[in-house]
């Protein structure tokens, strides 16, 4: 059962946090009081949950809180949870108790701010509820967005604050073999069932778990730990040779047999799988992938519904990119890189970005930011450009990666770092998390709204590049395009059958190559719903902007929209649209 807590660096291959714990079974909710106000009594409870979810996974609680003591978590458990199928059923007894308790509040009674907070977690509850017979349709492995793949991300980006994070981290380290146990066990009853994946899928996550193996004594995650270990300046040469040591004893004493014994189980239930296609075709693929869409991109409207608005988008999109090569005497052509002399470094881009933006977005917290190099042994890993989302109680302190293998520059790397950047995910999580919102809210989320928004602004910044505007607006209704592209295949693959190749014949009639088609195929069967959040979750934003220009009329400004959807924060967006309602005809 996938939970709701997720610290989500963005774009392109995601470096994404799974939620590799279930949820505590048998919560208990602080004593309410009788006394108590109704407000007091669910900030308490709200605050509770935050804890309990926590404590249940020390990812988790590292990637999202600095110092875990001044929340109450002192002597929590360092686990890296379970994955299996005895803890996805457990999690939805949880899940219903959180639901039972959220029901017991007089919704009246609580504030705007608490209302917004019960709307968001009640959707939340109610949509997993509902999906929850269909869990063993998960998959947490994969070539390269499975947990397999991204644990060793997670390890890498792992911070060193104090000792104890370094203790914490050794601890999970030496977990991975009870995980990776815990997964084959889910992938085991996903084989009963007839779910289980087909072999070329297998095939690849096994070649993956065997190129990571390959080399122990070399492994990255070594060389990665060593240098920051030797970058703590307040650790005796001994403690560092000691730290090192022990890290290097758990990589390959149990990190890579764990590696290994994943692979020969996946090898011994090769065969087992029944689809090598979309969720189309497993038993009720179709409405896993309703639900999919609901829980990722929190839009609420039926795939039918999504994918026309999809479509009209394209239309648009491409009917506009006619008219600005007829305007220019048919001598625009798209250009792969657009550069502009004033701007070369990835700092000059984002101060020219975050100066840009102050007309029609709000002034964002001053905050600290470093562009930082992704490291060599990494660089194949890692998509171009990343921001990872820092602790809800260091937001000051803010790093955006640019992976060199990537080799962007001139437009391509401007917008990608709006989109990371400013007015994206760096300026969107900080403006959050200054207004101090309710804690829940921090680990409550949906990541249409993320990655809507990051997709958003990121369209919005073509119109902020220097050079040549009429190339720069073709190169962004190419880049819609593309992404319409990507959003509808990924509804044929999965909600309308769409065969390997029923999908190279259409995109070859668009001019892309059988290489690039299998390629992308792939990548959607991979991961159902991703590329949605991205371009469906944009075009949310394009109508909730056009609903508040109904609903302000001439008092309508771009920077007045902008402040309302980010003091909302992330929310599934019938519940955005709903708070748009209530906050933009106020006065």
Same mark, same amino acid.
């Given at each position: 059962?996938?939970?709701?807590?997720?610290?989500?660096?963005?774009?392109?291959?995601?470096?994404?946090?799974?939620?590799?714990?279930?949820?505590?079974?048998?919560?208990?909710?602080?004593?309410?009081?009788?006394?108590?106000?109704?407000?007091?009594?669910?900030?308490?409870?709200?605050?509770?949950?935050?804890?309990?979810?926590?404590?249940?996974?020390?990812?988790?609680?590292?990637?999202?809180?600095?110092?875990?003591?001044?929340?109450?978590?002192?002597?929590?458990?360092?686990?890296?949870?379970?994955?299996?199928?005895?803890?996805?059923?457990?999690?939805?007894?949880?899940?219903?108790?959180?639901?039972?308790? /959220?029901?017991?509040?007089?919704?009246? *009674?609580?504030?705007?701010? +608490?209302? !917004?907070?019960? %709307?968001?977690?009640? &959707? #939340?509850?109610?949509?997993?509820?509902?999906?929850?017979?269909?869990?063993?349709?998960?998959?947490?492995?994969?070539?390269?967005?499975?947990?397999?793949?991204?644990?060793?991300?997670?390890?890498?980006?792992?911070?060193?604050?104090?000792?104890?994070?370094?203790?914490?981290?050794?601890?999970?380290?030496?977990?991975?073999?009870?995980?990776?146990?815990?997964?084959?066990?889910?992938?085991?009853?996903?084989?009963?069932?007839?779910?289980?994946?087909?072999?070329?899928?297998?095939?690849?996550?096994?070649?993956?778990?065997?190129?990571?193996?390959?080399?122990?004594?070399?492994?990255? /995650?070594?060389?990665?730990?060593?240098? *920051?270990?030797?970058?703590? +300046?307040? !650790?005796?040469? %001994?403690?560092?040779? &000691? #730290?090192?040591?022990?890290?290097?004893?758990?990589?390959?004493?149990?990190?890579?047999?764990?590696?290994?014994?994943?692979?020969?189980?996946?090898?011994?239930?090769?065969?087992?799988?029944?689809?090598?296609?979309?969720?189309?075709?497993?038993?009720?693929?179709?409405?896993?992938?309703?639900?999919?869409?609901?829980?990722?991109?929190?839009?609420?409207?039926?795939?039918?519904?999504?994918?026309?608005?999809?479509?009209?988008?394209?239309?648009?999109?491409?009917?506009?990119?006619?008219?600005?090569?007829?305007?220019?005497?048919?001598?625009?052509?798209?250009?792969?890189?657009?550069?502009?002399?004033?701007?070369?470094?990835?700092?000059?881009?984002?101060?020219?970005?975050?100066?840009?933006?102050?007309?029609?977005?709000?002034?964002?917290?001053?905050?600290?930011?470093?562009?930082?190099?992704?490291?060599?042994?990494?660089?194949?890993?890692?998509?171009?450009?990343?921001?990872?989302?820092?602790?809800?109680?260091?937001?000051?302190?803010?790093?955006?990666?640019?992976?060199?293998?990537?080799?962007?520059?001139?437009?391509?790397?401007?917008?990608?770092?709006?989109?990371?950047?400013?007015?994206?995910?760096?300026?969107?999580?900080?403006?959050?998390?200054?207004?101090?919102?309710?804690?829940?809210?921090?680990?409550?989320?949906?990541?249409?709204?993320?990655?809507?928004?990051?997709?958003?602004?990121?369209?919005?910044?073509?119109?902020?590049?220097?050079?040549?505007?009429?190339?720069?607006?073709?190169?962004?209704?190419?880049?819609?395009?593309?992404?319409?592209?990507?959003?509808?295949?990924?509804?044929?693959?999965?909600?309308?059958?769409?065969?390997?190749?029923?999908?190279?014949?259409?995109?070859?009639?668009?001019?892309?190559?059988?290489?690039?088609?299998?390629?992308?195929?792939?990548?959607?069967?991979?991961?159902?719903?991703?590329?949605?959040?991205?371009?469906?979750?944009?075009?949310?934003?394009?109508?909730?902007?056009?609903?508040?220009?109904?609903?302000?009329?001439?008092?309508?400004?771009?920077?007045?929209?902008?402040?309302?959807?980010?003091?909302?924060?992330?929310?599934?967006?019938?519940?955005?649209?709903?708070?748009?309602?209530?906050?933009?005809?106020?006065?």
């Amino acid at each position: 059962m996938p939970a709701f807590l997720s610290k989500i660096p963005s774009r392109g291959r995601r470096l994404i946090l799974l939620i590799l714990a279930v949820l505590l079974g048998g919560a208990a909710f602080l004593w309410l009081g009788i006394f108590q106000s109704e407000e007091n009594k669910f900030q308490s409870f709200a605050e509770e949950v935050f804890t309990g979810e926590l404590s249940g996974n020390t990812l988790n609680l590292h990637y999202t809180v600095a110092d875990p003591s001044a929340y109450g978590l002192k002597d929590y458990p360092v686990t890296l949870g379970s994955c299996s199928p005895d803890s996805h059923r457990q999690s939805l007894s949880v899940l219903e108790n959180y639901r039972k308790s /959220l029901g017991d509040f007089s919704y009246e *009674k609580l504030s705007a701010s +608490s209302q !917004l907070t019960y %709307d968001i977690f009640r &959707d #939340y509850l109610d949509t997993e509820l509902a999906a929850g017979s269909m869990y063993l349709y998960e998959e947490p492995l994969g070539p390269t967005l499975g947990i397999q793949a991204q644990l060793p991300i997670l390890f890498a980006e792992y911070r060193f604050r104090v000792k104890k994070d370094i203790e914490d981290y050794l601890q999970l380290l030496s977990q991975v073999p009870d995980y990776f146990s815990s997964i084959l066990s889910f992938e085991q009853e996903k084989s009963r069932n007839g779910l289980f994946m087909s072999d070329d899928t297998a095939d690849s996550i096994i070649a993956q778990c065997r190129e990571f193996t390959a080399d122990p004594q070399n492994n990255y /995650l070594l060389e990665i730990f060593n240098d *920051k270990i030797q970058s703590i +300046s307040n !650790l005796s040469e %001994d403690e560092k040779i &000691d #730290y090192q040591t022990r890290n290097s004893s758990i990589l390959t004493s149990l990190v890579i047999p764990a590696y290994e014994e994943l692979a020969e189980g996946l090898t011994a239930l090769k065969g087992t799988g029944t689809n090598s296609m979309g969720l189309y075709y497993w038993p009720k693929g179709r409405e896993y992938y309703e639900y999919l869409v609901k829980s990722r991109v929190g839009d609420s409207r039926s795939i039918p519904e999504i994918e026309e608005a999809v479509k009209t988008q394209m239309v648009e999109d491409y009917g506009e990119m006619v008219n600005l090569i007829r305007d220019s005497g048919g001598n625009l052509e798209l250009e792969d890189t657009l550069t502009s002399p004033a701007l070369s470094s990835p700092e000059e881009m984002l101060e020219d970005l975050r100066g840009k933006i102050m007309e029609d977005f709000p002034l964002p917290p001053q905050v600290q930011y470093q562009v930082k190099y992704v490291h060599d042994s990494l660089q194949e890993y890692l998509s171009p450009a990343f921001y990872l989302t820092p602790c809800i109680d260091d937001y000051q302190s803010n790093v955006i990666y640019i992976n060199p293998a990537g080799n962007y520059q001139g437009l391509d790397l401007y917008t990608t770092l709006a989109h990371e950047g400013y007015p994206g995910h760096l300026y969107q999580s900080v403006y959050f998390e200054a207004a101090a919102p309710d804690l829940l809210r921090s680990i409550l989320g949906t990541e249409g709204y993320t990655e809507g928004w990051a997709t958003y602004v990121e369209m919005y910044s073509f119109s902020l590049w220097e050079g040549d505007p009429t190339q720069a607006a073709l190169a962004q209704k190419n880049r819609s395009f593309t992404l319409g592209l990507a959003s509808l295949l990924d509804i044929g693959i999965h909600y309308r059958g769409y065969t390997r190749e029923d999908a190279a014949k259409f995109l070859e009639q668009l001019g892309f190559s059988q290489e690039t088609a299998s390629s992308l195929y792939d990548s959607i069967l991979e991961s159902p719903a991703n590329y949605l959040q991205y371009y469906v979750g944009c075009l949310n934003f394009y109508e909730l902007r056009d609903y508040a220009r109904e609903l302000m009329g001439n008092d309508f400004s771009l920077k007045k929209f902008h402040q309302a959807v980010l003091d909302a924060g992330s929310a599934p967006f019938p519940i955005l649209k709903k708070y748009l309602a209530e906050t933009l005809t106020k006065g």
